[in-house]
């Protein structure tokens, strides 16, 4: 079946511009996971949702950051007022939830390579 | 919060040869163990993980042990090959729905013919 897709593959915008990132998990995951990764780094958590809610949002950098998911399914990251330092590949994850044993496997979208100039 | 170390931050070695990454994990309660390979320009692909349960499991020319005890967890690659070579990263978390990666910061890994 079809994995998880993000849109825009590539997004530059300039320094103090808004941009809104896009998350389409798998079919029936209920788990939608936000991560960033800078150059050459490891991956860095953002934000959790469990269907339309986000009940882990420690991740977000700062106030500029938000996130929200309609409909149990595609989910949007905004980014208001962009830096430089906020230039990253923003990957989106989804897992299935409910009970001890199922809902630990993540599986990524290709991200979102943005770049700040 | 959980804080995960990986080593080595590169790897090179000759085709057919094995190859061990090794990671170690702050938090007690962690208790899933995921591996992801990452080739240039490519999302994450999830390889194998282990959880807290069981102390090694294969796949393959692909395996991964855990000591709970001592905290650490490792990959294990033998009969290397080119298409091995990418960056391999190694995460934890509580496991379940809902439960947050951790990741290590990633062991680019070169297989030479």
């Known amino acids: 079946g079809a994995g998880v897709s993000q849109s825009p593959s590539n997004k530059v915008t300039e320094k103090g511009k808004d941009v809104e990132l896009r998350c389409d998990p798998i079919s029936g995951h209920t788990a939608l996971y936000w991560y960033r990764q800078s150059l050459g780094q490891g991956l860095e958590f953002l934000i959790y949702?469990?269907?339309?809610?986000?009940?882990?949002k420690s991740g977000l950098p700062s106030d500029r950051f938000s996130a929200e998911r309609t409909g149990g399914s595609v989910s949007t990251l905004t980014i208001q007022r962009t830096q430089q330092e906020d230039s990253a590949v923003y990957l989106c994850?989804?897992?299935?939830?409910?009970?001890?044993?199922?809902?630990?496997?993540?599986?990524f979208g290709p991200g979102t390579r943005l770049t700040v100039t | 919060g959980e804080n995960v170390e990986q080593h080595p931050s590169t790897l090179s070695v000759q085709e057919g040869d094995s190859a061990v990454i090794k990671c170690t994990y702050s938090?007690?309660?962690?208790?899933?163990f995921p591996w992801y390979k990452q080739e240039l320009g490519k999302r994450p692909q999830l390889i194998i993980d282990?959880?807290?349960?069981?102390g090694e499991k294969k796949d393959q020319r692909i395996a991964v042990t855990l000591n709970k005890t001592a905290k650490h967890f490792s990959l294990h690659i033998t009969e290397t090959q080119p298409e091995d070579s990418a960056v391999y990263f190694c995460?934890?978390?509580?496991?379940?729905?809902?439960?947050?990666?951790?990741f290590g910061t990633g062991t680019q890994l070169k297989v030479e013919l």
């Open positions: 282990i959880r807290s349960n069981v």
């Open positions: 995460a934890a978390s509580r496991g379940g729905g809902g439960n947050k990666l951790t």
């Open positions: 994850a989804s897992s299935q939830s409910g009970g001890s044993h199922t809902g630990y496997e993540q599986y």
């Open positions: 949702f469990q269907g339309n809610s986000a009940p882990d």
């Open positions: 938090d007690s309660a962690s208790n899933y």
